[in-house]
């Protein structure tokens, strides 16, 4: 008679999976300070400033890849034995989905694709996926007792990259590396993860059926494909990942306080030279969002505008959007070579400007403004995503081919991909100005196939230096006189023309209603009525009864 055995499982509460349990040897890497360092990394960085709710961190969302990783890589195993997949291919692969961010730094994504580059201009090209691997190794490297191979950290991290090439599970089992992260067709456990805890963390009420897409799952010629009944929910899982990029992950005022810590990191780098830990394991197991309260804790003179711009994000005195327009994806060249800070200061100095205020010309640079291009899209470029994933029906399960789009919709969008404009000042007085300037610029842009004179625009003389007088421009690119026309396309723009709703007066230099100078307070409180105690102004009631007399 056998004895009944006791779990040996530990079990975690996610709020998006419900009970998720985890193995020993699981947990031996999940019981490591490198895995533990995530809990201090916010999933969606500063989009916590705009969204109280999106306080969770890497760590929660790792364990949902984990978790989502093996239940696929254990349906295919159960439901397609033939694919020959063992115990330890699942432990690989959930391991891979456990460990995919490790290397994560300070606010996610401003890390990696925008301080990174800026910090460390001649450092080979760097990113996250990058660093997890590296954290994997120094993990394995520094806590002996976890139970791996050298050949099973290879093939883990050969799963997180989704390079098939890098290990010889590449060539026996491709679809293995279409678990976790996805270069065919974008679908990966990391997406069905992040985008169900991310819409749960800000409110979103968005469902998507991830287990249905899980059991949905078949290995076709070697690529994980989808049942054709399920392609409605594909779609859906584009859709809404377009939707969080372009609502909240790119939200305004984020992408506002992004450029502030940008300035922040930039300023403090100098002398704190924290950027270079990114190749240094044993330093960047202590790099968190934490960086922010250590540069704000500092004293040092030179790190004084650093703390500035911190205490400005603490008071909400945010860098301003003034304007944003949608553009097309195939103009991101043009708009990037002609739509700039340098184009838009040199038209508010040497354009002769109606209405604006002539007291802050001399005093705007390059610097006071930020000229933002996003790249919108559903996952895979202007293509639609829907056309790079396999199907198969249940009349004929193994065989495999691409949907058309009257097997899905026929209400689909021409192109999937779009650019978002957008452009910033540092201080809100230069408003009205920068927009103004923005406008001139915009409406100035040659036509298609217009001859243009390339020139190089001088930059903005110091604030001290007396300002030249406003002149007529010539036909220099982004400069000329603006034709009268309402609107142009360009490509498939709807126009170049201004945005109606968000013209300000060229004068403008604050446009916020919520932030209400202590100085306006206490006017209003010098100005309010003093209420006589002994005679209280009369109420309905009492006014009511008078009548009645």
């Given at each position: 008679m056998t004895e009944d055995s006791i779990?040996?499982?530990?079990?975690?509460?996610?709020?998006?999976?419900?009970?998720?349990?985890?193995?020993?040897?699981?947990?031996?890497?999940?019981?490591?300070?490198?895995?533990?360092?995530?809990?201090?990394?916010?999933?969606?960085?500063?989009?916590?400033?705009?969204?109280?709710?999106?306080?969770?961190?890497?760590?929660?969302?790792?364990?949902?890849?984990?978790?989502l990783a093996r239940m696929m890589a254990q349906h295919l195993q159960k439901s397609q034995p033939s694919l020959g997949i063992t115990d330890e291919h699942i432990r690989c692969v959930e391991l891979a989905g456990l460990c995919h961010d490790?290397?994560?730094?300070?606010?996610?994504?401003?890390?990696?694709?925008?301080?990174?580059?800026?910090?460390?201009?001649?450092?080979?090209?760097w990113s996250h996926e990058q660093a997890s691997e590296m954290m994997l190794d120094d993990m394995v490297k520094k806590h002996c007792s976890l139970d791996i191979s050298p050949e099973d950290v290879e093939t883990v991290k050969a799963l997180i990259s989704g390079r098939k090439d890098r290990c010889r599970l590449g060539t026996t089992m491709p679809f293995l590396f279409e678990i976790v992260a996805n270069d065919v067709n974008?679908?990966?456990?990391?997406?069905?993860?992040?985008?169900?805890?991310?819409?749960h963390a800000v409110?979103?009420?968005?469902?998507?059926?991830?287990?249905?897409?899980?059991?949905?799952?078949?290995?076709?010629?070697?690529?994980?494909?989808?049942?054709?009944?399920?392609?409605?929910?594909?779609?859906?899982?584009?859709?809404?990942?377009?939707?969080?990029?372009?609502?909240?992950?790119?939200?305004?005022?984020?992408?506002?306080?992004?450029?502030m810590i940008m300035d922040v990191l930039l300023i403090a780098q100098k002398h704190m030279k924290f950027a270079e830990y990114i190749d240094v394991p044993e330093k960047y197991l202590h790099l968190t969002d934490d960086l922010f309260h250590r540069i704000n804790m500092t004293e040092s003179e030179e790190l004084a505008p650093a703390r500035k711009i911190i205490d400005r994000i603490q008071t909400r005195d945010l860098y301003r959007r003034?304007?944003?327009?949608?553009?097309?994806?195939?103009?991101?060249?043009?708009?990037?070579?002609?739509?700039?800070?340098?184009?838009?200061?040199?038209?508010?100095?040497?354009?002769?400007?109606?209405?604006?205020?002539?007291?802050?010309?001399?005093?705007?640079t390059v610097d006071h403004v930020i000229v933002d291009i996003s790249k919108m899209h559903y996952g895979r470029g202007v293509d639609n995503p829907i056309y790079q994933v396999k199907f198969y029906s249940k009349h004929e399960p193994n065989v495999c081919r691409r949907a058309e789009s009257g097997d899905v919709s026929l209400l689909m969008p021409e192109k999937f991909g779009e650019l978002l404009l957008r452009v910033y000042t540092k201080e809100e007085r230069f408003m009205g100005l920068v927009q103004t300037a923005y406008r001139h610029v915009l409406r100035s842009l040659p036509m298609p196939g217009e001859a243009v004179e390339m020139t190089t625009?001088?930059?903005?003389?110091?604030?001290?230096?007396?300002?030249?007088?406003?002149?007529?421009?010539t036909s220099t690119l982004g400069l000329g006189?603006?034709?009268?026309?309402?609107?142009?396309?360009?490509?498939?723009?709807?126009?170049?023309?201004?945005?109606?709703?968000?013209?300000?007066?060229?004068?403008?230099?604050?446009?916020?209603?919520?932030?209400?100078?202590?100085?306006?307070?206490?006017?209003?409180?010098?100005?309010?009525?003093?209420?006589?105690?002994?005679?209280?102004?009369?109420?309905?009631k009492s006014m009511r009864l008078a009548s009645t007399k």
């Open positions: 779990p040996n499982k530990r079990i975690f509460k996610d709020p998006v999976h419900d009970y998720v349990e985890y193995d020993p040897w699981i947990c031996s890497f999940i019981d490591t300070p490198h895995f533990q360092r995530l809990r201090y990394v916010k999933q969606l960085g500063i989009s916590y400033y705009v969204y109280p709710g999106a306080s969770h961190n890497r760590f929660e969302h790792c364990l949902g890849v984990g978790h490790l290397g994560h730094g300070p606010w996610s994504h401003v890390w990696d694709g925008h301080f990174i580059p800026k910090a460390l201009p001649n450092h080979p090209k974008g679908i990966d456990v990391d997406k069905f993860d992040y985008i169900a805890r991310d819409c409110g979103e009420k968005r469902n998507i059926a991830m287990t249905r897409l899980i059991h949905s799952a078949r290995v076709i010629d070697g690529q994980i494909c989808y049942d054709i009944k399920d392609a409605n929910t594909v779609y859906e899982l584009f859709y809404t990942r377009f939707s969080l990029h372009k609502n909240i992950y790119n939200h305004k005022t984020t992408r506002a306080i992004e450029y003034v304007d944003y327009k949608i553009m097309d994806w195939d103009d991101k060249e043009f708009c990037q070579a002609h739509i700039t800070p340098e184009a838009i200061v040199h038209a508010a100095k040497n354009v002769n400007l109606e209405g604006v205020e002539q007291s802050l010309i001399a005093e705007l625009i001088v930059p903005t003389p110091p604030a001290t230096e007396a300002p030249s007088t406003p002149t007529a421009l006189a603006p034709q009268s026309r309402v609107s142009r396309p360009f490509g498939r723009t709807p126009s170049y023309s201004d945005n109606q709703f968000t013209t300000l007066p060229p004068n403008c230099q604050s446009r916020s209603p919520t932030r209400i100078s202590s100085r306006s307070l206490k006017r209003t409180r010098d100005i309010s009525i003093e209420l006589d105690i002994d005679n209280p102004p009369p109420t309905r």
